[in-house]
């Protein structure tokens, strides 16, 4: 890494899933955890099937462009999902999620599987590792996966408490050592009260280890970073502001995602009463602020709506999400080509892009009648739609350069 992995979790965020409805099967659950592989970049989210099935899950391998499902599998008896890590072998994904056998429906082992689409996975699956336990009494048991360092974390509780324990992967053959190099207690309610709110999932990044924890309409999402040389509080607990204005605030899920020298913290939220269940993932960033300008999203294209052809060349539309002294604005550049006579929707913003409400700038069109300028809003469905056409006035084309608003 270029710098320090203690990640600033009051500094600006962004966005990769925006209300995501896990609709490629039936499943009602919400999202529990998610992974990421680190050559891919593939985006994995864990669900459990329904409320009738604790311990049997529904992995989702997610289209970050579009935001939707492109495939999923079913691991069946391995526990809550509330927490999974990914590891790159071979050009494959494998994923480490809890093993069973149960407790209260969470799992006492970890075991890593590979993505296998379209299949159903048992425990007594042969493509399933050989399962892991910490200690002879361990149980509500999850991984995590640093894929910057090389490490698999194991939480699991004890008689004596909760624990997390940390093992060295192999960089080139992916295996783990089962001596764990260091292990953490979970700080007490006495000392730090808000770690005992209820328990979302947990991410390593080199000397830090990043905990989730909050409750569905509470509006207490925290994040809290301990250090791997103690377990002493070194950041947080803070407050997660998050995406304002979701119908459901429950926190779900952590994992690290390497971007090359950087990486980022991603936490999920379920962001829905009603089914399907939706999900959002944003990010905190590692990337350092310079002369304070952060850059949150590169350049990403803009799709246009039917009937609408987007521009080429360096007029290709794009957006992007830049900080600039503690405000995030949504940048947008090129332009469309269209033949418009009423206001509507024009093009489909991506995720990564799309705001938590209506954000609006006017930009340039042609000119007709003296009339040279529109306006353009993004709102929370990520839809842009243009304001000012009229039958007697067509717009044929639409300039997004000026467009520059505060995005939250």
């Known amino acids: 890494m270029a710098h320090s992995d203690l990640i600033d979790l009051a500094g600006p965020w962004g966005r990769i899933l925006s209300g995501t409805p896990l609709d490629h099967e039936t499943h009602t659950r919400a999202g529990q955890a998610m992974a990421v592989d680190p050559v891919t970049h593939d985006l994995f989210v864990v669900q459990i099937r329904d409320a009738l099935e604790y311990g049997n899950l529904c992995v989702y391998r997610m289209n970050r462009t579009t935001g939707r499902p492109v495939d999923c599998m079913h691991l069946n008896g391995f526990g809550h999902?509330?927490?999974?890590?990914?590891?790159?072998?071979?050009?494959?994904?494998?994923?480490?999620?809890?093993a069973g056998p149960l407790y209260k429906e969470f799992g006492t082992r970890v075991a890593r599987v590979p993505y296998l689409p379209g299949q159903t996975v048992t425990?007594?699956?042969?493509v399933v590792s050989a399962p892991f336990r910490p200690t002879a009494d361990a149980r509500f048991t999850a991984p995590n996966v640093d894929p910057v360092y090389d490490r698999l974390t194991v939480r699991y509780q004890t008689a004596q408490g909760y624990f997390y324990s940390q093992y060295p992967i192999d960089p080139v053959t992916g295996e783990v050592t089962w001596n764990a190099t260091r292990t953490i207690p979970h700080p007490s309610k006495a000392e730090v009260p808000t770690l005992?709110?209820?328990?979302?999932?947990?991410?390593?990044?080199?000397?830090?280890?990043?905990?989730?924890?909050?409750?569905?309409?509470?509006?207490?999402?925290?994040?809290?970073?301990?250090?791997?040389?103690?377990?002493?509080?070194?950041?947080?607990?803070q407050h997660i502001t998050a995406v304002p204005g979701l119908d459901r605030r429950e926190p779900e899920g952590l994992c690290i995602e390497p971007m090359g020298d950087e990486a980022r913290l991603l936490?999920?939220?379920?962001?829905?009463?009603?089914?399907?269940?939706e999900e959002t993932i944003c990010f905190l960033s590692t990337d350092a602020p310079v002369q304070g300008v952060k850059l949150l999203t590169g350049w990403t294209a803009i799709a246009p709506a039917p009937g609408v052809t987007a521009q080429t060349g360096a007029m290709s539309p794009r957006g992007r999400l830049v900080n600039l002294a503690g405000t995030t604005y949504l940048?947008?550049?090129?332009?469309?080509?269209?033949?418009?006579?009423?206001?509507g929707r024009f093009a489909q913003l991506p995720p990564a892009l799309t705001p938590s409400r209506t954000v609006r700038a006017n930009v340039t069109r042609n000119n007709h009648d003296g009339r040279c300028v529109c306006r353009v809003e993004a709102d929370s469905a990520g839809q842009l739609s243009v304001f000012g056409p009229t039958a007697d006035n067509r717009i044929s084309w639409i300039?997004?350069?000026?467009f520059s608003a505060a995005w939250l």
């Open 81 to 98: 999902g509330y927490q999974v890590g990914a590891q790159h072998i071979g050009g494959k994904t494998y994923l480490w999620t809890e």
């Open 123 to 126: 425990m007594t699956s042969s």
């Open 196 to 237: 005992w709110d209820t328990f979302q999932g947990f991410a390593s990044l080199g000397e830090y280890l990043y905990l989730y924890t909050g409750s569905p309409d509470q509006d207490n999402a925290h994040l809290t970073a301990l250090s791997w040389s103690d377990g002493s509080v070194v950041a947080g607990p």
């Open 267 to 277: 936490f999920g939220f379920s962001g829905s009463h009603t089914t399907p269940r």
């Open 331 to 343: 940048q947008l550049r090129g332009g469309f080509d269209c033949d418009l006579t009423a206001e």
């Open 399 to 402: 300039g997004l350069d000026n």
